[in-house]
């Protein structure tokens, strides 16, 4: 009989524990958000994005809703992933334009 020789793929343990122990962002709860969340315009801004495990940490991103007290901000990580957290408004600024 033949033997069966099986080819790793591309996927490494390495890789495997990379994502598994990479810091995911938190985001705030239903009940912190509030109603009547609001569609916004995609405006670029600069957000501070609490990760688990690890301080918050300024990110570009953009507003995609927002309500009275929190923005959804869209963000891409380097590495390609993006993601879309729930802030506190405070913690969300406008990016100034290039132009200023």
Same mark, same amino acid.
């Given at each position: 009989?033949? &033997?069966?020789?099986?080819?790793?793929?591309?996927?490494?343990?390495?890789?495997?524990?990379?994502?598994?122990? @990479?810091?995911?962002?938190? /985001?705030?709860?239903?009940?912190?958000?509030?109603?009547?969340?609001? !569609?916004? !315009?995609?405006?670029?801004?600069?957000?501070?994005?609490?990760?688990? *495990?690890?301080?918050?940490?300024?990110?570009?991103? @953009?507003?995609?809703?927002? *309500?009275?007290?929190?923005?959804?901000?869209?963000?891409?990580?380097?590495?390609?992933? *993006?993601? @879309?957290?729930? &802030?506190?408004?405070?913690?969300?600024?406008?990016?100034? /334009?290039? !132009?200023?």
């Amino acid at each position: 009989m033949g &033997v069966n020789k099986r080819y790793g793929s591309d996927i490494t343990y390495a890789a495997i524990a990379e994502s598994v122990l @990479r810091p995911k962002p938190i /985001s705030l709860s239903s009940t912190e958000i509030g109603n009547e969340i609001r !569609d916004a !315009d995609p405006n670029a801004v600069i957000a501070w994005i609490p990760f688990r *495990t690890e301080e918050s940490v300024q990110v570009e991103g @953009r507003v995609i809703a927002y *309500t009275d007290r929190a923005c959804l901000v869209e963000f891409t990580e380097r590495n390609g992933l *993006t993601h @879309r957290v729930w &802030v506190w408004a405070g913690a969300v600024e406008r990016k100034p /334009s290039r !132009d200023a």
